[in-house]
């Protein structure tokens, strides 16, 4: 991608921060911020290239996403991210973490600007065998209208409060605390996702406004989580010398969902379970190539499991800023974990994402940037106090 973008007059002014492996926001030595809160994190792991381009820092920057890397920290940071189908792009001289699912995409500030970085970048190389050769034809007229779009209904539904949960027999005074603290911050996620609701909801109104008919959709009905293990088990055999030498205690991060666990727990995975897993990914992949039979275009929250789903098979996404929330915002949890993306606080972004068909990146582009130029959202800046 760098030669590429070398050729086409770019110059390369920073390497940036990610996450610790492609995870997160912490590496060794710090954390990110989010231009827009710095108390926070800007969430990743693409995290310096999200966090440079909303600051102002850099005109354009490249991310990675395997499960949300470039859709993440954009939405965190206000970003338009760019996450094309799984192969469009060459990944020569990147790490690797899943063969099967790394992708690499631009993060700038408005779509027009990610097509134009993806024209440069996209295409084989012959030398990445998994890149495919498919077109990338850009055209800003494109007449988004003559598209039809779906939109994940369940998703934009009022979901119902959590309820509080049960104490169980013999509970000790520790467990009943953690109960209660689980509750309360079930009950905190629950408020701010009621709250960004609102949002989402106006970008369908929006929609409707410019004319666009949208049909409701929903995801095909597979054990998606249980198909998440498959990464894992490509990561932990990608790092398999990291974890053999014991090196891997060298990582900032050694929580439990924290890489240098997730490796040595997917040591474990039964390989009967792994073909399954494998068996149930592929049909997921017919059956949303079948669902992008009846739509070009799907508009959903950026969270959630569209996340898993469009990663697992490799469909394009187009996440973009959404506006910004008010003062009425519910207030960011007291210690940011970085996992998760909509966490939000008085002033801060939200996002909506797009999805496309398997190569169908250029029609998804021009309909996302129809969107943008209909709303402006990228053109909001952080404050610069």
């Known amino acids: 991608m760098v030669k590429r973008l070398d050729a086409a007059g770019a110059v390369l002014v920073a390497k940036l921060t990610l996450g610790a492996l492609a995870m997160g926001d912490k590496w060794f030595g710090g954390r990110t911020r989010n231009p827009w809160n710095p108390a926070q994190g800007s969430s990743g792991s693409s995290a310096g290239s999200a966090a440079a381009v909303a ?26 991210g760019f996450r094309p189908s799984f192969g469009l792009v060459p990944r020569t001289g990147a790490m690797a973490l899943s063969w099967t699912m790394d992708k690499l995409g631009p993060i700038c500030r408005s779509v027009e600007d990610c097509a134009m970085v993806l024209e440069a970048i996209h295409g084989p190389d012959g030398k990445d065998p998994s890149a495919a050769r498919a077109s990338f034809d850009w055209n800003a007229g494109f007449d988004w ?11 934009f539904d009022e979901q119902p409060a959590p309820k509080p949960s049960e104490a169980a027999p013999g509970e000790t005074p520790e467990q009943r605390k953690k109960r209660e603290d689980d509750d309360a911050a ?55 010398e990291l974890t053999m030498t014991g090196r891997d205690k060298l990582l900032t991060e050694q929580g439990p969902e924290d890489w240098p666990n997730a490796f040595r727990i997917a040591r474990f995975y039964p390989a009967v379970e792994y073909i399954q897993a494998n068996r149930a990914r592929m049909l997921g992949i017919r059956q949303m190539r079948e669902l992008f039979e009846k739509v070009d275009v799907i508009v959903t929250p950026s969270t959630d499991l569209q996340l898993i789903v469009t990663n697992l098979t490799g469909n394009p996404a187009v996440i973009i800023p959404n506006g910004l929330r008010g003062k009425d915002a519910p207030a960011p949890p007291a210690i940011d974990d970085g996992n998760h993306d909509n966490i939000g606080g008085p002033g801060t972004p939200v996002s909506i994402t797009f999805l496309g068909g398997l190569y169908e990146d250029a029609k998804l582009a021009a309909f996302a940037r129809a969107y943008q130029e209909a709303t402006g959202f990228q053109k909001l800046h952080p404050p610069l106090d």
Do not use: H, Q
């Open 55 to 80: 600051a102002g820092c850099v005109g354009f920057a490249l991310g990675s996403e395997t499960l949300g890397s470039i859709s993440s920290p954009s939405t965190r940071c206000g970003d338009s």
């Open 186 to 240: 079930a009950g905190d996620e629950y408020a701010r996702r009621a709250y960004d609701r609102r949002y989402a909801l106006a970008a369908l109104d929006k929609l409707k406004a410019m004319g666009v008919n949208l049909i409701p959709v929903e995801l095909p009905k597979l054990p998606w989580d249980a198909m998440v293990p498959l990464l894992t088990a490509e990561a932990a055999a990608a790092f398999d």
């Open 145 to 155: 209208r003559t598209l039809r779009v779906g939109y994940l209904k369940a998703e």
